[in-house]
Every structure is written in C-alpha cells, then in structure tokens.
C-alpha cells in the first residue's frame, strides 16, 4: 500500500495507479470463471488469497482529496 502511495506521488499519477486494482482483479476473475467447479481445495484458496490480497489504493485516494 505505501508503495503505491509513494509512487503515485513520484509519478504524480493518482488515476492511472488507482487501476492497477483493477488490473490486478482481472486475472483471477476470468480464472475464476473458466476454471471448473470441482478444482483442488488449495488452487481455490490460493486463487482467492491472491485475488482479496490485492494493494488497497485508498491512502492515494484520499490524500488526492485532500489536495482540494
């Protein structure tokens, strides 16, 4: 999370680095939906670990508000 925030302030990039999210979403929804309902345990608990462990862009975001 700090990672992103200190890069958007170098960048001076809020928006393009707030996508990254959802880039980051694609991926394991489009696995999510191909993949076949009787997978192993574990690739379903790795898949869902990966796709809620997602970088929260909210510190960026609201530091971008309150520049105003």
Do not use: K
């Amino acid at each position: 999370m700090l990672i992103l925030t200190w890069l958007s302030e170098v960048l001076d990039q809020r928006a393009l680095l707030g996508l990254f999210t959802q880039i980051w979403f694609l991926p394991c929804l489009v696995s999510l939906s191909v993949l076949p309902a009787d997978i192993n345990r574990w690739a379903m608990y790795a898949l869902i670990t990966v796709l809620l462990s997602y970088p929260s862009p909210h510190p960026m975001h609201v530091g971008w508000a309150s520049l105003r």
